[in-house]
């Protein structure tokens, strides 16, 4: 019998069909061994089945002396049979011929010149699944044929002639199906404003070029970054533990500036830190000339940085306090035209206190979630006017947006003057003013420590700004375990009274268990206050140190995620060019101001993961 897998998967077998005409055969095969060879006595001109070879001329068929037809071969296989990759050369080239006729002579035609034929072995699914007739003769050569016996083939091309007759062919030139568009190439990600408090790189290659740095590596590392010098890389780094600009490199990513500075105290992060500050030696909390005096430092410390950042000489600086974020921004950061500070978590009485000092500022996410609702009613109702939106606004405006969006009614009496025209106005007690300005209140502070309350403030009102944190009574915790304790200040430079510190780093090797085992994973663990500029000059060290294959993992200080909302419009932001330009001196390498110039995309979100595969980077936010 044939080999099953020759047959369409959606054919039934018919055992009895074939049992009936096995036993024809066998009874012809009889008569004609007893009374000589019949012609057409076989279902194929000029074949036996399991034949030694194929007769290619017509007429009986004569074997040794008695003429009779011979005997079917038991120990027939594929080399000795007519499925023989020989004799079906043999049979195409005398198939060619005039004389040639019968099935042979049909497959014979339906073929092109120079290709090999499947033979008579070959079934409809070689014709199927065959993408054009180069394909099925290589198919036939390379594939392992079993020849059908006589009735075999007597029942295929009954039931399955049409179908040979029509071949299904591919075009070649047209795109396979699983084909899919080259995956575009990202050589940088977006710029994240948020602070991180651990990275955790994983890859393939070992990270222990960056353990036990030698006494001159490190100085070298340090005196880099104490005089912004940036050593150039290697594209292709062979041995990394023998490059020592990488593991200057990598040292050099680790520092950063703080101020004040307590061996024996974590001073990041600040909100939500009573429980690390609770039974730790305070001694400034009874002590009102110890407050005073870090106080005092402490303004000189931020004067300076402002100083430095209106300088150019700082890109960036973040002011962290036991309830709030700021984060400053120099002229060109961010698509901005000039310095920009934005302050999350905020609240009402906060929000007021600096409307009271004249420092004007914006609420850009209600903001924006009004421009949207005016666009969406200016699509339904094309006849009513949209109305001006300024980019300064006072607090009471944007939190009666923020009611808008809620739902609310008019708070005026003109709200309800509906209850006249239904003449029920007296039946129904209207809300006293008292009533409506509790409910004002209410939704005002419904705004409270929300990532909607963060507030944006601009150019000149930047400094305004600096001069109320200075004098702000409510900057420094009056009771708890922070009592007393100025905010902590994190920059990329050096300032006033600044500290070096450094991240702590360690490298670990794990196993991970995969489907066919376990595989090593490489570990390269960041923790500390981690700012935008040492995710980007980490990620641009281990690029070529970890063969453009590694992924990191990045904890991100919830409070400060909302600090990548946008704070222009795309057309409103200068060339980039330019900006990247008057950042020169700023202290960070030049491949990292080019990222932070551009304008966030990132919104209220941060990046959580960052992949590079071949060079090439994917984030997930």
Not at 12 to 27: D, G, I, Q, T
Not at 123 to 151: G, I, M, P, Q, R
Not at 500 to 509: D, F, G
Not at 553 to 570: C, D, F, G
């Amino acid at each position: 019998m044939a080999d099953q897998s020759y047959y369409s998967p959606s054919f039934k077998k018919p055992s009895e069909v074939l049992r009936m005409r096995r036993k024809r055969a066998r009874s012809e095969g009889v008569s004609a061994g007893s009374g000589g060879a019949a012609p057409g006595s076989a279902g194929l001109a000029g074949v036996r089945p399991f034949s030694p070879g194929p007769l290619l001329l017509k007429g009986p068929v004569r074997t040794g002396s008695g003429g009779a037809v011979k005997r079917r071969n038991p120990f027939a296989n594929i080399e000795n049979t007519y499925n023989s990759p020989g004799k079906r050369r043999a049979v195409s080239c005398a198939a060619e011929e005039p004389g040639c006729g019968g099935a042979a002579g049909g497959r014979c035609e339906a073929e092109s010149p120079g290709e090999q034929t499947a033979g008579f072995g070959s079934s409809l699914t070689d014709l199927l699944y065959n993408n054009n007739t180069t394909a099925a003769a290589k198919h036939t050569k390379t594939h392992k044929n079993v020849s059908f016996s006589e009735e075999d083939s007597l029942f295929e091309e009954d039931l399955f002639g049409p179908e040979k007759a029509t071949p299904i062919l591919k075009n070649p030139e047209a795109p396979e199906v699983g084909d899919s568009p080259a995956p575009e190439v990202c050589r940088e990600y977006p710029a994240d404003w948020s602070l991180k408090t651990r990275l955790l790189f994983t890859s393939p290659h070992s990270f222990s070029w960056a353990e036990h740095l030698k006494a001159q590596e490190e100085a070298q590392g340090l005196s880099l970054h104490c005089r912004a010098e940036y050593a150039s890389l290697p594209l292709n780094i062979q041995d990394p533990r023998s490059c020592t600009e990488l593991r200057c490199g990598f040292q050099q990513c680790l520092q950063y500036w703080q101020h004040p500075s307590l061996p024996w105290l974590s001073l990041f992060p600040r909100i939500g830190a009573e429980r690390k500050f609770a039974g730790k030696n305070t001694p400034w909390a009874q002590d009102a000339a110890v407050q005073q005096s870090l106080m005092s430092e402490w303004s000189g410390s931020l004067t300076s940085l402002y100083s430095l950042l209106k300088a150019r000489l700082c890109p960036y600086f973040y002011v962290c306090s036991y309830q709030f974020t700021v984060l400053f921004r120099g002229a060109g950061l961010s698509g901005a035209k000039g310095i920009t500070a934005l302050l999350t978590p905020t609240t009402r009485g906060l929000r007021e206190a600096m409307k009271a000092d004249g420092i004007e500022f914006s609420l850009p996410l209600l903001e924006e979630k009004r421009k949207s609702k005016e666009s969406s009613s200016q699509q339904t109702d094309g006849d009513e006017p949209s109305s001006a939106v300024t980019s300064q606004c006072t607090d009471d405006k944007k939190e009666d947006e923020y009611d808008e969006d809620d739902d609310d009614d008019d708070d005026d009496d003109g709200g309800l003057s509906w209850l006249q025209d239904m003449g029920i106005q007296d039946k129904i007690k209207k809300p006293d003013s008292i009533s409506i300005k509790m409910r004002k209140e209410h939704n005002e502070v419904r705004l409270d420590h929300r990532p909607e309350s963060v507030v944006l403030v601009e150019g000149s009102n930047t400094f305004t700004l600096i001069n109320f944190l200075i004098n702000c009574k409510s900057l420094v915790a009056g009771a708890g375990s922070q009592a007393g304790l100025p905010p902590t200040l994190l920059a990329p430079t050096a300032f006033r009274g600044a500290t070096l510190q450094m991240l702590k780093a360690r490298s670990v090797n794990v196993k991970t268990q995969v489907r066919t085992g376990y595989q090593d994973v490489c570990s390269l663990e960041v923790t500390g206050p981690i700012m935008p500029h040492t995710v980007h000059a980490l990620t641009q060290l281990l690029k070529p140190a970890q063969k453009g294959a590694f992924s990191v993992s990045l904890y991100t200080h919830e409070p400060s995620a909302v600090l990548n909302v946008p704070v222009t419009k795309p057309s409103e932001s200068e060339q980039q060019s330019d900006a990247a330009q008057c950042l020169e001196r700023c202290g960070l390498q030049q491949s990292t101001v080019q990222q932070l110039v551009e304008p966030t995309v990132l919104g209220k979100s941060a990046l959580r993961q960052l992949h590079m595969r071949d060079f090439s980077y994917s984030w997930n936010s």
